[in-house]
């Protein structure tokens, strides 16, 4: 099975940075679109960002407002978001995830069958 192991999480400042990466094994990550979620306290999981497997595409939720982004490295087996502009409203745990490839539905969590354990983000004021 894949293995998601996700990084980089910590408390930050408003208006700081931090860059997240998610190391993938088993089967290339070039095989998979690739995507980012996050859950804050008493509220449910959400959609962040998302990569096609080729990398040629791009998607991320309405409250991103430029200020993050997605890549990958096939060749290390990783994808990373860069998290610029960072408030508050950003604390939550952070979760990378993966599934096969498909032309549609980037946003939709339940087509997501590879999670990893999620890393902690917390912005302060």
């Known amino acids: 099975q894949e293995l998601l192991e996700e990084s980089g999480g910590g408390l930050v400042q408003a208006g700081g940075s931090l860059r997240l990466s998610c190391a993938a094994s088993?089967?290339?990550?070039?095989?998979?679109?690739m995507g980012w979620f996050r859950q804050a306290p008493g509220k449910e999981r959400e959609f962040v960002a998302a990569?096609?497997?080729?990398?040629?595409?791009?998607y991320y939720a309405d409250f991103v407002e430029g200020r993050f982004t997605i890549s990958r490295e096939n060749a290390k087996n990783t994808v990373n978001l860069q998290m610029n502009s960072l408030n508050p409203e950003d604390t939550a745990v952070y979760y990378c995830?993966?599934?096969?490839?498909?032309?549609?539905?980037?946003?939709?969590?339940?087509?997501?069958?590879?999670w990893g354990q999620g890393t902690q983000v917390i912005v302060s004021s």
């Open positions: 995830a993966a599934r096969d490839h498909y032309d549609y539905a980037y946003t939709s969590q339940s087509l997501y069958v590879y």
């Open positions: 990569v096609t497997s080729n990398g040629r595409s791009a």
């Open positions: 088993g089967r290339t990550a070039s095989s998979y679109d």
